[in-house]
């Protein structure tokens, strides 16, 4: 019964990871990257769930919803970072606390257009999959967090492989490191900059359909996921994709094994002690900075 | 001297008319509106709740005002957006009496908020409105306070009473309680236990969890290994989704002959709509289903008006839950008004715990410790719920009422595993 319970526990956990690494990638390409201080990616991952719950009232599976609408949020960064660039990085503010103040502001705006539109009600998508599960042997998968796993699994590995193995790719790690020498090579650090956070937002429309599939949300659930996120991607190395991975994967395996044998309360304390552990032993995280 | 004419004294007269009128006349403008000060959950995570309260409450206020006001007065509201958040509380009320020098109050939306202002407004002595706090005049006593919720006397210990009382009449031995780690859902399980102890029922094991939790599959593991006879559950609204969705994919133990209990949330609407027939079998509580036995006078009438404007206003599209309750609320406040024929809270208060008073939830009487002499809180259990369909739930027959008895509408299928299917 206990090795059951054990197995069915590390199994959610890593079911779990998924949502946790969807949400998290596109703070690693801002926050990681490009060290835009982005807290409200969360909310536009409500957004993204709200965008799926309004394709899938028309009876259109929401993962795929989700995904239809990655064009429109990659525009949308690539503007909002536009922004950010004429009102800060151009005028050497970007390090300070006015920039950080913008995006709390934009998710605040974000977060108020939400409920004018759609009000406060918690808000859900339906599809076949939902309330049903995968039994393999004595392990019981759900459909709802099955799905997000390999979303958060699969956008991993592709943003991975565009990070190390493309053009854009190779100039988004290279204006992480060294804008000046970009531009000696004859390459836009803002375009390499605005193309990385259209590609994060991108990632948000399908993490917010993942979210949805999960759970219920409402214009308020982005403030759940705010420190999670931004732990993951610390915890990771900053700008590491395979780092987010093994992270959110950790964060969910030990979350689920104390929510199982010890109790759920303790849950997100020892996921947090298991941050500042890591960070006191290896400051620059688990993978260290993407080379 | 000159002589006063008769011209001059009917002047005079007229004169001393109009000066020995004008202080009354003066007084009364100057009385201006009757002015109820609250805050309510516009935006956080209890907004739904609080909205279509809100919108309630804006419903009577209009009824009120149209049918000329309270002793001649227009009703008007001071009311503050407390997103949810305890801590805006206190400030807003401060704001509220000392600022804004309302004239009556209510009471936030919610025991959580409400906590953290009773001992202010016991302190200033102001009468007050709760709205669907739990428990907070039990240590009190304030003689000024009246709660809308039907929870009955000392709801703190005593509101989910009605759950242990079905399932000791069902003849359950063994529970679990699963609670969220928030105020509300915490007290509730905390009172839940008690009374299965006092009932002689063995709580095999209590699961609290972090609130916002979307995975319970491990809670729910542990569920089914303890095998008990049923489970107590006090939680939110997103993670009562999640724990019926939890359901449906892990299943539960067969030895389960009754689940739920405390479960916020699937009296809205939304998820009224959403979790459908995974509804089925889930024993709940409630305040107001579509029943035969639940037909008081006005409410039907209410609910009608209320559905109408409830997409308009984004807010709760049955109005089941909470609405009723704090249209009742006004209505107690407008039926004290006119038998003290005054805003005087303390000869309001007086009335109020001398009288019952009838409303759209029924007729209403308070105990001494400002709550319902008679809980009315109802226990039902959720029958053939079709997928997406809202309308099922405005005619009787897919929320069975089981206890109290009185209300009573059918019996509890059981086991669990097979009322679901």
Sequence with gaps: MTLNLALNAIISGLLLAGVYAIASLGLTITFGLLQIPNVAHPTFIVLGAYCAQLLNSFGLDPIIAGLLFTPLFYLGGVLLYQIYFQTFERRGCSDTLQSFTFFFGVALVLQVSLILVAGVDLTSVNAPYIGKSLRIGPATMPYRLVIPFVIGMTVGLGMWLMLMRTRAGLALRAVAHDANALRICGLSPTRAKANGFGLAMATASLAGAALIVVSPVDPFSGTQYIGRTFAIVVLAGMGSVPGTLVAALAIGVVESLVITFVGATWAPGVAFAALLGTLAIRPSGLFGIAR | ?421
């Design chain 2, 1 to 421: 001297m000159r002589p006063i004419t008769r011209r001059t004294f009917g002047k005079l007269a007229a004169a001393a008319s109009v000066t020995a009128a004008a202080p009354i006349r003066l007084a009364k403008s100057a009385e201006g509106p009757i002015r109820i000060g609250f805050s309510i959950a516009q935006t956080g995570n209890i907004a739904s709740g609080g909205k279509a309260g809100l919108a309630a409450l804006e419903l009577w206020r209009g009824d009120v005002n149209a049918a000329g006001g309270l002793v001649g007065r227009q009703v008007e509201f001071v009311v503050y957006d407390d997103q949810s958040q305890a801590s805006n509380v206190p400030g807003i009320y401060a704001k509220l009496m000392d600022i804004d020098k309302v004239d009556l109050l209510l009471l936030p939306y919610g025991t959580n908020l409400t906590a953290v202002v009773m001992p202010m407004v016991v302190q200033r002595n102001r009468f007050v409105i709760g709205q669907f706090e739990i428990g907070q005049n039990d240590k009190f006593g304030f003689d000024k306070f009246f709660e809308v919720a039907p929870w009955g006397p000392k709801p703190g210990a005593n509101w989910c009473r009605g759950y242990f009382d079905l399932a000791k009449r069902q003849g359950y031995k063994t529970l679990v309680v699963v609670n969220s780690d928030a105020e509300f859902s915490a007290n509730a399980a905390s009172a839940g236990a008690k009374i299965a102890e006092e009932y002689g029922m063995k709580v095999l094991s209590v699961q609290h969890y972090p609130p916002n939790t979307v995975d319970f599959s491990g809670i729910l593991r542990t569920v089914n290994a303890a095998a008990p006879d049923y489970v107590f559950v006090a939680s939110y609204p997103a993670e009562s989704a999640a724990l019926i969705r939890g359901i449906s994919e892990i299943g539960i133990a067969d030895s389960v002959q009754m689940f739920g209990g405390a479960m916020v949330g699937v009296q809205y609407a939304q998820q009224l709509a959403s979790l459908g027939s995974a509804l089925n079998g889930v024993t709940n509580y409630d305040t107001y289903v579509a029943a035969p036995t639940m037909n008081f006078p006005g409410v039907g009438e209410f609910l009608e008006r209320y559905q109408k404007g409830a997409e308009r206003d984004k807010v709760d599209a049955l109005g089941h839950f909470l609405p009723p309750f704090f249209y009742a609320g006004g209505q107690l406040i407008a039926a004290a008004v006119k038998a003290a024929g005054t805003v005087d809270e303390d000869k309001m208060a007086k009335w109020l715990h001398a009288n019952a008073t009838d409303t759209i939830v029924g007729p209403i009487k308070f105990g001494p410790d400002g709550n319902w002499v008679e809980s009315r809180i109802i226990w039902d259990q959720y029958r053939d719920v079709a997928d997406n369909n809202l309308d099922q739930f405005r005619k009787p027959g897919k929320q069975v009422i089981l206890q109290p008895e009185a209300l009573q509408t059918w019996k509890l299928a059981a086991p669990y595993s097979k009322a679901r299917n």
